[in-house]
């Protein structure tokens, strides 16, 4: 079964770091490229960054340039995303979610259920 | 970043109704449209990719068409299970962008 669970959210107060991680299973996680989705409580989808099949690649969105920071380890099939000097305003759901194909900008085709990050003081 | 603009944001609709929902991009993006299914509490759920490919395993009531800026989601006749909130997203060029959302409701 294909599968993607993401875990690591919690509660965290602002400028602090925290890393969530998204374990694959069910298909060959090293041959497709990785995305983080993010949606805000009761608003819509927000894409946050992009990592190719082998590394070679990252891409993240304005929002989050130079504070987040998307990885992955191919040999234990998990992406990563490492999310420093937090904001109230990055308080979301973070889904991952696989590439449909290789390109930064694709169709996501499976998505994990989601990790809550909440950024409070 | 290319705009992705829904209309309506919310539509009321009853079991058996024909549906379309409509995604406007602010510039030209060929075919390169994807829609999304999301229920409440859940993970979206890709329905169809590259404007008009049904994702597998995704019902043959949904369909999408369009290419260039204008895009529609149509789905033929409407099921209880469908009630949920439907996203567009464009996948031309880098950041992918996805519209505000339409909430579909039971009338």
């Known amino acids: 079964q294909v599968q993607l669970v993401e875990s690591g959210g919690g509660v965290v107060q602002p400028g602090r770091s925290l890393r969530l991680s998204c374990a694959a299973s069910?298909?060959?996680?090293?041959?497709?490229?990785m995305h983080w989705v993010r949606q805000a409580p009761g608003k819509g989808l927000e894409w946050v960054a992009f990592?190719?099949?082998?590394?070679?690649?990252?891409y993240n969105a304005d929002s989050v340039k130079g504070r987040f920071t998307i990885s992955r380890d191919n040999s234990k099939n998990t992406l990563y995303l490492q999310m420093n000097s937090l904001r109230a305003e990055d308080t979301a759901v973070y889904y991952c979610?696989?590439?449909?194909?290789?390109?930064?900008?694709?169709?996501?085709?499976?998505w994990g259920q989601g990790t809550m990050v909440t950024v409070s003081s | 970043d290319i705009q992705m603009t829904q209309s309506p944001s919310s539509l009321s609709a009853s079991v058996g109704d024909r549906v379309t929902v409509t995604c406007r991009a602010s510039?030209?993006?060929?075919?390169?449209l994807n829609w999304y299914q999301q229920k409440l509490g859940k993970a979206p759920k890709l329905l169809i990719y590259?404007?008009?490919s049904l994702q597998s395993g995704v019902p043959s009531r949904f369909s999408g068409s369009g290419s260039g800026t204008d895009f529609t989601l149509t789905i033929s006749s409407l099921q209880p299970e469908d009630f949920a909130t439907y996203y567009c997203?464009?996948?031309?060029?880098?950041?992918?962008?996805f519209g505000q959302g339409t909430r579909l409701e039971i009338k």
């Open positions: 979610a696989r590439g449909r194909a290789a390109a930064a900008s694709d169709a996501f085709d499976i």
């Open positions: 990592i190719s099949f082998d590394r070679s690649i990252e």
């Open positions: 997203q464009q996948s031309f060029s880098t950041p992918p962008t």
């Open positions: 590259a404007a008009s």
């Open positions: 069910g298909f060959t996680f090293s041959s497709y490229a």
């Open positions: 510039q030209r993006i060929s075919n390169n």
